[in-house]
């Protein structure tokens, strides 16, 4: 998955993540926040930050805020919602979430909410991430994630591919959970989290072409039985729900570098 078609994906619908109820409300922002628990002093980086949600939220409670996008236009929109909300403790920065612009052990704490699955290479995005926390910081992650059967999983994300062609795979959230395990973090927490949403809304957000809208209906309602199970597909027409599956992961740095 090239850099340019994530650019070309979300830059296009930057104003559709700003306005997204999903993410500007969504329970995982309020955990994430819960679990990472900023202090007035610290700082922190927001990689992937989209329409700056998690970005703001972090801002309230931390002395400045980094967010670190690939896409300019998301930058841009994201800088305009914060100015209209009159914040000025976040930089919103242009760069590669893969591979950090930042010296080691420069930040308290490193979050990313629903980006990871757009890495091409996401145990080595974690293991920068990991390098730029100083001793003792946290990281908070929180993405979509896949089924645990391999199956489910493929058909989960040939399903997202579908609707965003810059999606690249989701995880278990066990996967996950190893990928910050093998950087040296300690996972302190991992939960779970459901996240109805709205068929139509989701498509939306994407500008899905008619002919995609009408495959993505058929494999939703379509799909396998442990697939079916997962997505939980309910109603009919413009009120048709499924729901996505959140994996939030709490890690830390330890507090002390090992004695050689």
Known sequence: MSQSLVQRQFGSNAQAYVHSVVHAQGQSLKRMLELAAPQPDWLALDVAPGGGHSALAIAGQARLVIGLDLTLAMLQAARAYATGL???NVLWVQGDGGELPFPAASFDLVTCRVALHHFPAQGAAIADWARVLRPGGRLVLVDNISPDDPAAAAYVNAFEKLRDPSHGALQSLDTLAGFCRDTGLEVLHQERLYKPMNFQQWMERMAVGA??????????WSSPPAVRAFLDP???GAATTFSL?????LAAKA???PVL
């Open 245 to 249: 599956h959140e994996g939030i992961i």
């Open 86 to 88: 009159g914040v000025q």
């Open 255 to 257: 507090a002390t570098a």
């Open 211 to 220: 002919g995609d809208r009408v495959r993505l209906t058929e494999m939703l």
């Open 234 to 236: 309910q109603g009919s």
